[in-house]
């Protein structure tokens, strides 16, 4: 993620949960409500509703590239990295796991809680790959491998809002679907020469539930590098 300036409002990186009183789920965000500008939020609905809220640590700046992992380990454990070091180290013994699709950059439902900022590098995958305090955050693009479920390079012509799945194991590619001015963006990115840009108001990326790709019910991995716009936001 990359942001320009950190702000005190809420904004959504991504989630597998559509905005509502009787869904279930994960967001994974930015808010100050714990009283920190840029610190990451993971909230967790589980079977019953119920709400559990936890925070980062550790806090992201604006003007600067931030790789982001949040890790399930399949049994209690939920993790969310920095550059690496471990920000938050959950217990939670329900996965949040949700049969709805998966939205990168906007909890949908009108709640006005958008990614302002770029995206670049996302990638889901079906395995816990990071465990422990800190590891070394990626200094290349990433590669499939068979534990791939989603990855997206954010490539392409400025101004496209064509995003396409690296399928380079023989998997199908993942239809994804850009809505209102989520784009390709030459101007910033991380590796290879553009990313995703989201302006804050409804721009977002939706990957379809049905083919297995956010079946979040294991342990999984799902990371990338995030610029934000506004680290003073509670962006979700």
Request: charged share 20%; net charge negative; glycine share 12%.
């Given at each position: ?39 990451l ?27 982001i ?6 049994t ?13 180290n959950?217990?939670?013994?329900d ?8 939205y ?10 958008d ?9 889901i995958?079906?395995?816990a ?12 693009p ?20 064509f ?26 990115s ?12 409804g ?15 294991g ?11 506004d ?6």
């Amino acid at each position: 993620v990359y942001a320009d300036t950190i702000a005190d409002s809420l904004m959504t990186i991504m989630t597998n949960r559509t905005y509502g009183p009787t869904t279930v789920g994960w967001r994974l965000g930015m808010s100050n409500s714990d009283g920190t500008n840029g610190e990451l939020q993971l909230v967790l609905w589980d079977s019953s509703h119920a709400t559990d809220v936890v925070y980062s640590t550790n806090a992201i700046s604006a003007s600067t590239w931030h790789h982001i992992a949040y890790v399930w380990d399949g049994t209690d454990n939920h993790s969310v990295y920095i550059d690496g070091t471990r920000g938050i180290n959950h217990t939670a013994s329900d996965t949040a796991a949700s049969t709805g699709n998966f939205y990168i950059g906007e909890e949908t439902g009108g709640t006005g809680r958008d990614w302002d900022g770029n995206i670049d590098e996302l990638r889901i995958s079906d395995t816990a790959r990071y465990s422990g305090a800190s590891f070394t955050a990626p200094t290349a693009p990433f590669v499939n491998d068979d534990n791939t479920k989603l990855l997206l390079h954010m490539n392409g012509t400025d101004g496209s809002t064509f995003f396409e799945d690296d399928n380079g194991v023989g998997r199908s590619a993942i239809g994804l679907s850009a809505v209102g001015n989520a784009q390709v963006d030459t101007a910033e990115s991380k590796f290879g020469g553009a990313s995703a840009l989201f302006d804050g108001t409804g721009d977002y990326i939706v990957v379809s539930a049905g083919d297995g790709t956010t079946d979040f019910s294991g342990d999984f991995t799902i990371e990338g590098w995030f610029y934000s716009n506004d680290v003073t936001a509670n962006a979700k």
